[in-house]
């Protein structure tokens, strides 16, 4: 089963990963960890752009195949997936930085731009997302939290992320921190993580962008 979203938000450390019990070839790391009383063994291997759980029976090594089968339902695969799920959620929790870069973010755009952000969509229940405006009143920052299934990953796993307006929005995008726009014409609109994964500088320079295409 795929958890490479997590490598979207967070950073892995070597040196929690191997003291967690992971062992390393080259870039990639390894886990073999019992689940189910030790009847089954997760194995779960990381590498720069994916993190990947198989389940297999302990007493065959045979693979568990109805782990990854997403229609597979029934207490007894659920109990599986939830294990593994805690482990990876442990793995996350001691072994990868998981900054959230939003405050820092909020503080430069308001001693930058001294822009203080307003919240045009609470009255309508929402009072999380934050638009941040130019002197001619269109913004230029649109804070929100979303989905990672809103970029196209299979997680609902809620994130913190920022639209900006961009030009060569193709170019720019990675697929990774950057990404086309979410609920904004994608021609001229990217979203940006607020995660430890995104380059600060780089954020803060595209920021800068979306700002004089807008002002201007």
Not at 95 to 104: A, P, V
Not at 134 to 153: D, E, H, V
Not at 159 to 182: C, G, M, Q, R
């Amino acid at each position: 089963m795929d958890y490479s979203y997590i490598l979207n938000t967070s950073v892995p450390q070597k040196e929690k990963l191997l003291a967690f019990g992971f062992s390393e070839t080259g870039d990639d790391f390894a886990l073999k960890k019992e689940i189910a009383g030790g009847q089954f063994y997760a194995e779960i291997k990381l590498s720069d752009k994916t993190l990947t759980a198989d389940v297999f029976e302990s007493a065959t090594n045979e693979k568990y195949v109805l782990f990854n089968v997403a229609s597979a339902q029934g207490a007894f695969v659920g109990q599986i997936r939830s294990e593994v799920q805690d482990v990876i959620e442990e793995i996350r929790d001691k072994c990868f930085l998981s900054q959230d870069i939003k405050e820092k973010y909020v503080d430069f755009l308001h001693s930058y731009f001294n822009a203080p952000g307003d919240t045009p969509w609470e009255e309508q229940g929402d009072s999380t997302s934050s638009v941040f405006r130019c002197p001619n009143n269109k913004w230029f920052a649109l804070i929100m939290q979303i989905k990672f299934k809103n970029l196209g990953f299979e997680s609902d796993e809620p994130v913190w992320a920022v639209n900006l307006k961009a030009e060569n929005v193709e170019a720019i995008t990675d697929k990774k921190s950057i990404f086309p726009a979410y609920h904004m014409n994608k021609k001229y609109w990217i979203t940006v993580l607020l995660t430890a994964v995104t380059d600060f500088e780089k954020l803060c320079e595209l920021t800068k962008k979306s700002y004089a295409l807008v002002q201007k």
